[in-house]
């Protein structure tokens, strides 16, 4: 195998890569990337087993074909400090080796035959559809944060995807939580899917945000039973799904919520930032005191202090509640309005945040005692 690649199409690909590979793995096929020099194209494949990402590079000169497996984060090392821009040749010289030379640098890299690194074959035809990126984007974006890392809750720590209708409109709906809050958020679909629900972990979530990012354009989904399929232009990322059944999420969104209370989102971002500062735990609550038409947020913490800031807001009455400072901050900043509208019960109750700027998405926090 022998080919020349530019270094900044190969530290891109190298370094969604990175996102994939586990730094301590058991294996050592799988610390590992497969290299393939074929029909004019790199393809570059990365997994853990769980996660599979293939991308290819279509602007290279390939000399002679073949594959290989190398250190992934070794080659990413070496390919990100060479000077952008720069053609980067490969060559396999040897058994186990593998060539790296560009300008004046040079290195033999340790590999491992490509017949040893795991890979996989499936129909992923059953059940597909097309999904513009942004819209894919937005749903692993509002939801992510919400996500559980109790591992005892398998069920909840991933975003769960399923079809639904309203008034004769279908929707992809993505909701996530991890018991003291909850996302939802939904986008227009053109058609009725094939699509059975699912719930996709959070490694691969992260992952498919970072390739998200950085494309514009259609993405087809297809599945099957147990593995999810994404395909980008000129990357796929396959996932294992989770086994669980994820809770009946509609009925814990509050119903009977009448009290408005409507903030200045730039402001109210600001003013919990500020007064959480004094906060050594950022489960510590941040304490709403409302009257008429007056929000004064508070933070108090034995071992640092504390601090207080006053908002002009719209609220018809009084009421004392508490949250943690964190989750309302991960909520506003997904925001996209001017202002943040909180419905509010009574200080057990917990709090439905909607967005004025975006009506497919709602959060739902429940409140902290004291």
């Not at 147990?226 to 086994?243: A, R």
């Amino acid at each position: 195998m022998k080919f020349s690649v530019n270094q900044q199409d190969l530290q891109k690909s190298l370094g969604y890569c990175q996102g994939v590979i586990e730094k301590r793995s058991t294996l050592p096929i799988l610390s590992n990337i497969l290299i393939e020099a074929v029909n004019s194209k790199l393809k570059i494949t990365a997994t853990d087993l769980d996660l599979i990402f293939v991308n290819e590079i279509s602007n290279i000169k390939i000399f002679d074909e073949g594959k290989t497996t190398t250190s992934s984060s070794i080659m990413f090392d070496i390919v990100r400090k060479i000077p952008s821009g720069s053609q980067i040749n490969f060559e396999n010289t040897g058994e186990s080796k593998l060539q790296l030379e560009s300008n004046k640098s040079l290195f033999n890299l340790n590999s491992i035959n490509a017949s040893e690194f795991p890979i996989t074959d499936e129909n992923f035809n059953e059940n597909e559809f097309i999904i513009n990126s942004k819209d894919l984007l937005k749903l692993l974006n509002k939801c992510k944060f919400s996500i559980s890392n109790d591992e005892t809750r398998h069920y909840l720590s991933g975003i769960f995807f399923h079809q639904t209708q309203t008034d004769d409109k279908n929707f992809l709906t993505a909701a996530a939580t991890d018991s003291h809050r909850m996302s939802i958020s939904k986008v227009r679909l053109k058609n009725k899917i094939e699509f059975e629900p699912i719930i996709l972990p959070k490694k691969a979530i992260f992952q498919l945000c970072s390739l998200l990012e950085d494309y514009d354009g259609e993405v087809k989904v297809s599945n099957i039973k147990s593995k999810i399929k994404f395909e980008l232009n000129n990357s796929i990322l396959i996932s294992k799904l989770i086994d669980g059944k994820f809770p009946n999420y509609i009925q814990v969104i509050p119903r009977e919520n009448q009290k408005k209370l409507e903030i200045d989102l730039k402001s109210f971002l600001n003013s919990v930032d500020r007064v959480a500062s004094v906060s050594l735990d950022k489960k510590d609550g941040v304490k709403f005191n409302l009257t008429k038409d007056n929000l004064d947020l508070s933070v108090n913490n034995t071992n640092s202090g504390d601090g207080k800031e006053s908002l002009s807001v719209k609220f018809d009455t009084d009421l004392d509640i508490s949250f943690n400072s964190r989750y309302l901050l991960d909520i506003a900043s997904q925001l996209n309005g001017d202002n943040i509208e909180i419905y509010l019960k009574d200080t057990g109750s917990p709090a439905l945040i909607k967005d004025p700027a975006d009506f497919d998405s709602i959060y739902v926090v429940m409140p902290m005692k004291g």
